[in-house]
């Protein structure tokens, strides 16, 4: 039993939004109560204290897309590689990385990622692998390290065939292999979804193959008009839009999400809005891509699901949101739009999305909800309330900020320091791995 307390508390729950000196009491891996501090404290005295220390108690983030097989790149650079094209960022980077993952290289980027969402108070999160040299077991190994770093898990391969027929029906064996898995054993904490990187890799037979495979366990999982490329395939090749081919292949319901969906048509975003079909918006990563913006305000008023993600860039959501605030503002040149769209997707819609796969009450401080709080740090210096919390988060908080995490009712960091991980061993055999990786993409040795 915790109970974290000292702080504001932002519950995110309409019924009950705001305690200005607040505490959240949880029971194992559910939220039982959340009141006043001196209530709370009076009324379960046996209770573990989590002291906020003055800062914002709130639910744990989600990160609707993202990409641990990322996770070994930062500080990067491939001897010779200087994209002008998306294609080019594809192939010569992203592709490159994952075509030299082992199992040993997956686990590492694992442990870098969900370091990395913990630090930054990431609860959830949904990943799109890739590890095209070593595909059969990589879904599980990643598990294995999800499960012991705590952090809340929607797993999927990329399934493409821009490696060949082979390696396209391995991604195909493993997103099946791990869906049966998770449906023969059902958790809160481990979900599947069934991946298919962008469409101008994939052609129809393999899309029929994957739907074969997939018999209805899960939803997909599959990049869509990041780039031009998807609609330049779909139009010459088939004759139609990306959105149309989905369709037509039977891939869209409201269990399957849409990354980017940056070239859609209104006649497509019709189709995904009567499909119910979800869509998440990665506004950092579309900018440094150079592959344009979401039209996420005109998704949005056709009743679109739209969730946000990070597609890696970054594991810091509040920092998506910022973004995502100002590109939409500056793509509309309008300086008045888009603040309820980009707070109702991180708030609201992305907790929507989760408690679709794992079947808990997520993004919500309430009776019942799932135990996944954090504490960050903020000393405000303006008044601060229930009316005006997200435009201190935007302008006054960042990831970094988050001093404590717990998911599951389980404490993964405690003013600052992992709690049950061993962050130097961890880091130690993430950097082992970075510089095999490193050296085998630009032929030399790491030291």
């Known amino acids: 039993m915790l109970l974290i307390g000292n702080g504001r508390v932002c519950t995110r729950d309409p019924a009950n939004p705001w305690l200005e000196d607040g505490a959240v009491l949880t029971v194992e891996d559910e939220i039982k109560e959340v009141g006043p501090l001196a209530e709370l404290k009076a009324k379960y005295p046996e209770a573990e204290f989590v002291d906020a220390r003055g800062g914002i108690i709130m639910p744990g983030f989600i990160n609707a897309h993202t990409h641990i097989y990322s996770g070994l790149a930062r500080g990067l650079s491939i001897d010779g590689h200087n994209p002008t094209t998306f294609l080019e960022v594809l192939d010569g980077m992203w592709w490159n990385i994952d075509r030299h993952l082992t199992l040993s290289g997956t686990k590492a980027c694992a442990w870098a990622t969900y370091l990395e969402c913990i630090r930054n108070g990431v609860t959830t999160i949904f990943d799109h692998h890739a590890s095209f040299r070593e595909i059969r077991g990589s879904l599980f190994a990643i598990e294995e390290v999800a499960k012991e770093a705590g952090v809340r898990s929607c797993l999927c391969y ?53 739907v074969k495979a997939n018999d209805g366990m899960t939803g997909f999982h599959i990049h869509v008009a990041e780039g031009m490329n998807d609609v330049y395939d779909s139009m010459r090749n088939y004759g139609c839009r990306p959105i149309n081919r989905l369709l037509y292949n039977g891939l869209l319901g409201e269990r399957t999400m849409l990354g980017h969906c940056i070239h859609v ?16 918006n990665n506004p950092e990563s579309n900018m440094g891509n150079a592959v344009g913006c979401s039209p996420i305000l005109q998704m949005w008023q056709k009743g679109i699901q739209i969730g946000m993600g990070t597609d890696a860039y970054t594991h810091d959501m509040l920092e998506s949101l910022k ?125």
């Open 158 to 210: 990329e399934v493409s065939e821009r490696d060949g027929m082979e390696k396209c029906e391995e991604a195909i064996a493993e997103n099946a292999d791990f869906a049966r898995h998770c449906k023969e054993n059902p958790s809160d904490k481990i979900a599947a979804m069934f991946g298919g990187h962008a469409l101008f890799t994939i052609s129809d037979p393999t899309f029929e193959a994957m």
């Open 265 to 280: 048509s209104p006649a497509e975003m019709d189709i995904i809005a009567e499909t119910k079909t979800m869509v998440v």
């Open 323 to 447: 973004v995502a605030l100002v590109i939409q503002r500056h793509n509309a040149m309008l300086p008045n739009v888009a603040w309820g769209e980009v707070t109702g997707m991180l708030f609201h819609n992305n907790a929507a999305i989760a408690e679709k796969y794992f079947h808990r009450t997520l993004g919500v401080l309430k009776p019942g909800a799932a135990a996944d709080v954090i504490v960050v740090d903020y000393k405000p210096f303006t008044p601060l309330g229930p009316d005006n919390i997200d435009g201190h988060l935007i302008y006054g908080v960042n990831g970094r900020s988050c001093r404590t995490t717990i998911a599951g009712g389980k404490v993964l960091y405690k003013d600052r320091a992992f709690v049950g991980l061993d962050e130097e061993a961890i880091s130690a055999f993430c950097m082992e791995e970075s510089k095999k990786l490193w050296g085998e993409l630009n032929h030399r040795v790491y030291e």
